[in-house]
């Protein structure tokens, strides 16, 4: 059965839970880190306006604006495997 409209608007409303800011340290990179969220498995940028999200973080300031590729968090990933900044 082929979906309506209003099914699309149901799923776009349905927004999966995600960790805030203060959870994951979403923060600043340091100058010259390669650790941000520019080279991070978990960024995603949208072709059509460039608007970028990732895939455990959002606050209300990435909803409006997106997440910055400058800044970075504690969960930064190149492989989703090892995560360097995590303290054990
Ligand atoms: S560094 Fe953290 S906030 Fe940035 S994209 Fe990766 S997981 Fe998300």
Known sequence: MKATLQQVDEVMRERPRKLDAEQVGYEAAPEGSEFRCASCLRYYRRAVDNFATCEIFRD??????GVN???????????????PLVEN
């Open 69 to 83: 590729p400058a800044y970075r968090c504690r969960f930064w990933t190149s492989d989703g495997d090892q995560h």
């Open 60 to 65: 209300e300031e990435t909803d409006e604006n």
